[in-house]
C-alpha cells in the first residue's frame, strides 16, 4: 500500500486547442465556452475532471483499488448500494444507514475509487455513504488572449434512405471550433483532506500522469488539436504548506512574444517561472 501523502501541492497547468472545441457549452448550441463580458475562453473544472477519470478508467482498467464511481452511463446508487452490502457483515447485519454503517461506506468507497477519494464525492443519492471533501481540486480554466469561436457549415453528402438515393439535397451540419486559445488552469492538493481519503503517493502519481497524457486519449472529431504545454507544481515541505498559493501562481508568467498580435500557436507565447526566494517550496516542471 502507497504512503498518504505529506506534502501540500499547487500547479499551474497550461494547455491549448488548435482548430477545436475544448468544451462546449450547450446552453449554446455547443459553442466554445467564452466569457461574455471580454470574449475570453472557459474550460469547466468538470470538463477537466472528466478527462482524468477517463485516463485513470483506461490505465487502471477499471478496477478496485482505482476503479471509477462518476463513469459514463453509470449507476451511482448501484455502486453505493453495493457497498452498504460489502460492510454489512461488519455491523453484523444490522439493518438501515445508521451512522456507523454510513462511515464505514464512506471508507469503503474511498478505498475502492481513485475519483473518490481524489475529488470527493456526494453519495446520499440512494442509500447513504455520506459526503467526501476530495484532496484535489481543479479551477475554471481560462484562455490566455480572447478567442474566436467559430460556427462552420457541414454538409452530408450521404443520404439515410433508399427514397432519396437521387435527390440533389444535402444535409447541413453544424461544427464549432476556435482556430486558437492557450488555456492556464490552476489546481490544489491537499495533504491534510488526503488523509481523510486516503489519496496516496500512487494516486498523486497517477493524478500527474493524467494530465501529461489525457488528451491523447480523447480525440474526436471535434477535438483533435488539444495538448498540454506545460506542468508547473509547487511542492511544500509541509502538510500544510509553506507559501500562499496565489502568491507562487504569480510566479508564473505567461507572455506573448510579439506584443498586440494575434496568437495562433503555443510558440507565439514565452512561459517563465521565478524561482528567486523561495522558501519551503519546491519548483517542479513536470511538462
Same mark, same amino acid.
Given at each position: 500500500?502507497?504512503?498518504? &501523502?505529506?506534502?501540500?501541492?499547487?500547479?499551474?497547468?497550461?494547455?491549448?486547442?488548435?482548430?477545436?472545441? #475544448?468544451?462546449?457549452?450547450?446552453?449554446?448550441?455547443?459553442?466554445?465556452?467564452?466569457? #461574455?463580458?471580454?470574449?475570453?475562453?472557459?474550460?469547466?473544472?468538470?470538463?477537466?475532471?472528466?478527462?482524468?477519470?477517463?485516463?485513470?478508467?483506461?490505465?487502471?482498467?477499471?478496477?478496485?483499488?482505482?476503479?471509477?464511481?462518476?463513469?459514463?452511463?453509470?449507476?451511482?446508487?448501484?455502486? &453505493?448500494?453495493?457497498?452498504?452490502?460489502?460492510?454489512?457483515?461488519?455491523?453484523?447485519?444490522? %439493518?438501515?444507514?445508521?451512522?456507523?454503517?454510513?462511515?464505514?461506506?464512506?471508507?469503503?468507497?474511498?478505498?475502492?475509487?481513485?475519483?473518490?477519494?481524489?475529488? $470527493?464525492?456526494?453519495?446520499?443519492?440512494?442509500?447513504?455513504? $455520506?459526503?467526501?471533501?476530495? #484532496?484535489?481540486?481543479?479551477?475554471?480554466?481560462?484562455?490566455?488572449?480572447?478567442?474566436?469561436?467559430?460556427?462552420?457549415?457541414?454538409?452530408?453528402?450521404?443520404?439515410?434512405?433508399?427514397?432519396?438515393?437521387?435527390?440533389?439535397?444535402?444535409?447541413?451540419?453544424?461544427?464549432?471550433? &476556435?482556430?486558437?486559445?492557450?488555456?492556464?488552469?490552476?489546481?490544489?492538493?491537499?495533504?491534510?483532506?488526503?488523509?481523510?481519503?486516503?489519496?496516496?503517493?500512487?494516486?498523486?502519481?497517477?493524478?500527474?500522469?493524467?494530465?501529461?497524457?489525457?488528451?491523447?486519449?480523447?480525440?474526436?472529431?471535434?477535438?483533435?488539436?488539444?495538448?498540454?504545454?506545460?506542468?508547473?507544481?509547487?511542492?511544500?515541505?509541509?502538510?500544510?504548506?509553506?507559501?500562499?498559493?496565489?502568491?507562487?501562481?504569480?510566479?508564473? %508568467?505567461?507572455?506573448?512574444? &510579439?506584443?498586440?498580435?494575434? #496568437?495562433?500557436?503555443?510558440?507565439?507565447?514565452?512561459?517563465?517561472?521565478?524561482?528567486?526566494?523561495?522558501?519551503?517550496?519546491?519548483?517542479? %516542471?513536470?511538462?
Amino acid at each position: 500500500m502507497s504512503q498518504m &501523502i505529506k506534502n501540500r501541492y499547487e500547479f499551474v497547468y497550461l494547455f491549448d486547442a488548435v482548430n477545436s472545441n #475544448p468544451n462546449g457549452d450547450p446552453d449554446s448550441g455547443n459553442a466554445p465556452r467564452i466569457d #461574455p463580458q471580454d470574449g475570453y475562453g472557459i474550460v469547466t473544472d468538470v470538463c477537466l475532471k472528466r478527462k482524468i477519470r477517463n485516463y485513470a478508467q483506461i490505465v487502471k482498467e477499471n478496477k478496485r483499488p482505482n476503479a471509477i464511481f462518476i463513469e459514463h452511463h453509470g449507476v451511482l446508487n448501484e455502486k &453505493i448500494k453495493e457497498a452498504h452490502e460489502a460492510v454489512k457483515t461488519k455491523l453484523k447485519g444490522e %439493518k438501515g444507514a445508521t451512522r456507523e454503517q454510513v462511515g464505514l461506506a464512506r471508507q469503503w468507497m474511498c478505498n475502492n475509487y481513485f475519483d473518490v477519494r481524489t475529488f $470527493g464525492a456526494v453519495m446520499s443519492t440512494g442509500e447513504n455513504a $455520506g459526503q467526501v471533501r476530495g #484532496p484535489v481540486q481543479i479551477s475554471f480554466s481560462r484562455s490566455l488572449d480572447p478567442v474566436l469561436p467559430l460556427d462552420i457549415s457541414i454538409t452530408r453528402m450521404a443520404v439515410a434512405d433508399a427514397k432519396d438515393e437521387n435527390s440533389l439535397n444535402q444535409t447541413m451540419g453544424r461544427k464549432n471550433l &476556435i482556430p486558437y486559445g492557450l488555456y492556464r488552469c490552476h489546481g490544489f492538493v491537499s495533504a491534510n483532506l488526503a488523509q481523510d481519503t486516503g489519496f496516496n503517493e500512487d494516486d498523486l502519481g497517477l493524478l500527474w500522469d493524467s494530465l501529461k497524457m489525457m488528451w491523447e486519449h480523447d480525440r474526436s472529431a471535434a477535438r483533435t488539436g488539444m495538448a498540454p504545454r506545460k506542468l508547473i507544481v509547487f511542492k511544500h515541505q509541509s502538510v500544510l504548506g509553506n507559501a500562499p498559493a496565489h502568491q507562487l501562481f504569480e510566479r508564473v %508568467k505567461i507572455e506573448k512574444l &510579439i506584443a498586440d498580435s494575434i #496568437p495562433r500557436s503555443y510558440d507565439n507565447y514565452k512561459v517563465t517561472v521565478d524561482e528567486s526566494g523561495l522558501s519551503g517550496v519546491e519548483v517542479m %516542471k513536470l511538462i
